[in-house]
């Protein structure tokens, strides 16, 4: 019982020392982080600040610019003449290749659960190339659908490490197919398509 009254004696005294030497220190802790936050607010015009991750700053900024340069259909415009060019012609880059496959690199913890790629190979085959007749398409008008399908064998490492509780590494030969489609429209020409005729 005397131990017991000695603890609540000194955390009397802590707690009292600290409810008096808190204010006057400087510190702000909770509510003088919002009071800030509130009146930046009122300065710029906005909502306060607002921490965001950089992982999904970095998840938007990849979906962004993967609908830019590969997410749209382009309409091109007729190509007339006996050597116009009716065949695939722009093979899936490496950069849309490794963009379009299943991300199992990111999203670990650094030092405890990294995936790496190393040594990646990229095999591009094209398996269909065909043109199909001409057709109304709403927004665009009579155009014809020229697929380009691309199947694409992907050869790499795949490195599993941790370094804590018990490094180890683990390296596998993977193989991970993609099928890439570069479908565009080519407007039509003629008396019955209207551009150009």
């Not at 060019?85 to 093979?91: A, E, G, N, Q, T």
Request: hydrophobic share 40%; proline share 9%; glycine share 8%.
């Amino acid at each position: 019982m005397d131990g017991l009254r000695k603890f609540l004696k000194r955390m009397t005294l802590l707690t009292g020392l600290l409810l008096l030497t808190a204010p006057n220190s400087g510190c702000l802790f909770v509510g003088g982080f919002a009071n800030q936050a509130w009146v930046l607010s009122k300065f710029f015009i906005t909502t306060p600040l607002i921490p965001v991750s950089p992982f999904f700053s970095q998840e938007v900024e990849d979906t962004m610019y993967f609908e830019e340069r590969y997410g749209r259909v382009p309409v091109l415009e007729p190509v007339e003449g006996e050597n116009a060019p009716l065949f695939c012609m722009d093979p899936p880059t490496p950069d849309e290749v490794m963009r379009s496959m299943p991300d199992d690199t990111k999203g670990g913890v650094p030092f405890l659960a990294e995936v790496q790629r190393n040594n990646v190979r990229i095999v591009v085959e094209p398996i269909v190339d065909s043109l199909s007749e001409c057709r109304f398409y709403p927004m665009v008008g009579p155009a014809r659908l020229h697929k380009c399908h691309y199947k694409c064998t992907v050869y790499f490492e795949k490195i599993k490490r941790s370094d804590w509780p018990i490094p180890f590494e683990h390296i596998d030969e993977t193989i991970e197919v993609v099928y890439i489609d570069h479908d565009h429209l080519i407007m039509c020409t003629g008396p019955d398509g209207g551009a150009g005729g």
